[in-house]
């Protein structure tokens, strides 16, 4: 039973848990908000919120690999775009659990909502070539990379 369920958001959040990870924003609701929590201007609370999807990005002789960890979530929630002909968009929505009014929460830590992240790739990568898959939440975005021409070398006789 909270004490307070108005004032600190009712199941999400416990003022005697230490390890709660869930904080109160005084400023919630008011217009300014979002520039006060330094959220980029267009995005929605849980669009910023769910951003952080961890990605990698290494890149190898024959291609530029991106790698996103996405628990939870399956192909048909994740989009893999290109915009400009050069920009990766990866975006998707982890949506929420169904929530019984019988039930008690103790915690609640997974985020949802909206993400989106956005890279923009290099002039050698083909990005008509995107090859995208999925496997165990993890999303593996491969560019392959244009074949960089090696000069010709002609070997010239020395006479005399």
Excluded: Y
């Excluded at 929590?37 to 951003?51: H, L, W, Y």
């Excluded at 961890?54 to 994740?78: C, F, M, N, S, Y």
């Excluded at 909206?114 to 491969?142: C, Q, Y």
């Amino acid at each position: 039973m909270a004490l307070v369920p108005s004032i600190f958001g009712g199941r999400r959040s416990n003022i005697f848990d230490p390890f709660s990870l869930d904080i109160w924003d005084p400023f919630e609701g008011f217009p300014f908000s979002r520039t006060l929590a330094n959220f980029p201007s267009g995005t929605d609370r849980e669009t910023a919120v769910f951003t952080n999807a961890r990605v990698d990005w290494r890149e190898t002789p024959e291609a530029h690999i991106v790698q996103a960890d996405l628990p939870g979530l399956k192909k048909e929630e994740v989009k893999v775009e290109v915009e400009d002909g050069r920009i990766l968009k990866i975006s998707g929505e982890r949506s929420r659990e169904q929530e019984e009014k019988s039930d008690t929460w103790h915690r609640v830590e997974r985020s949802s909502g909206k993400f989106i992240r956005s890279f923009r790739m290099p002039e050698n990568a083909k990005t008509e070539e995107i090859k995208a898959s999925m496997e165990n939440g993890v999303l593996t975005v491969t560019v392959p990379k244009v074949e960089e021409k090696k000069p010709e070398v002609k070997a010239i006789n020395i006479s005399g």
